[in-house]
């Protein structure tokens, strides 16, 4: 049973372009949580998605950033014209649902992104 | 807002050492607590959890008591080794809130020999 499948696990992005990280749930999870973690930084929560929804983007910067969780595919966090700050390590996690007994996320590896 | 403060690190230990990393919550109300461990190149991994007062999470060796009273939920462990190396989040989060978990900035724990 794998667990939350991100990629790239590491990708470099010059100033200006777009970079785009993937996350595949854990099998049975619909809900599906993105985090970064900035450079001695703890996580800081981003987006929260349901498939086709987006539940909660409190966490989202207002520019540049979008997300997605189609009925078919992974999930995909999209960053467009990358600046140095946005440097981080972003993690996926997953879980069956909001209130799920559980009330536990599945994290995954991480994809780190790098902008020169 | 909902706020988890946890002890600066790096903690340094000899193996062996009795292990105590702070953490301490604000809250409305009462949530969930949890640490989580991140070893290094890797994601974040459920160490314990605990979901209700004085409830206490444990899991390797590693223990918490969730503390009303005080708000807190210190991480010990009696005696570290050296694959203990890593880093600890303490998180929060609130059963219906959405599961958007709040994370301590982390504590970094180096064991040595």
């Known amino acids: 049973n794998a667990g939350v499948m991100q990629n790239p696990r590491h990708l470099v992005r010059r100033r200006g372009q777009e970079a785009r990280l993937r996350c595949s749930p854990m099998?049975?999870?619909?809900?599906v949580y993105w985090y970064r973690q900035l450079p001695e930084e703890g996580l800081k929560f981003m987006v929260y998605?349901?498939?086709?929804?987006?539940?909660?983007e409190s966490g989202m910067p207002k520019e540049r950033f979008s997300a997605e969780f189609p009925k078919e595919g992974p999930s995909i966090l999209r960053i467009q014209q990358v600046v140095r700050g946005d440097s981080a390590a972003y993690f996926c996690?997953?879980?069956?649902?909001?209130?799920?007994?559980?009330?536990?996320?599945?994290f995954g590896a991480g994809s780190r992104l790098t902008v020169l | 807002g909902n706020s988890v403060t946890q002890m600066e690190g790096p903690v340094t230990l000899s193996e062996e050492a009795f292990l105590t990393i702070n953490c301490t919550y604000t809250?409305?109300?009462?949530?969930?607590l949890f640490w989580y461990v991140q070893y290094p190149g890797e994601g974040l991994q459920l160490l314990l959890k605990?979901?209700?007062?004085?409830d206490k999470g444990s899991n390797k060796g590693f223990e918490a008591t969730y503390r009303k009273e005080t708000t807190s939920f210190h991480l010990e462990k009696g005696s570290v080794q050296v694959s203990d190396s890593a880093v600890y989040f303490c998180?929060?989060?609130?059963?219906?809130?959405?599961?958007?978990?709040?994370f301590g900035t982390g504590t970094q724990l180096k064991v040595e020999l």
């Open positions: 996690a997953s879980s069956r649902g909001p209130n799920s007994g559980a009330n536990v996320l599945t």
């Open positions: 099998k049975g999870h619909s809900h």
């Open positions: 998605l349901q498939k086709e929804n987006i539940i909660d």
């Open positions: 809250a409305t109300g009462y949530p969930s």
């Open positions: 605990a979901t209700k007062a004085d």
């Open positions: 998180a929060l989060i609130f059963t219906g809130g959405g599961n958007k978990l709040t």
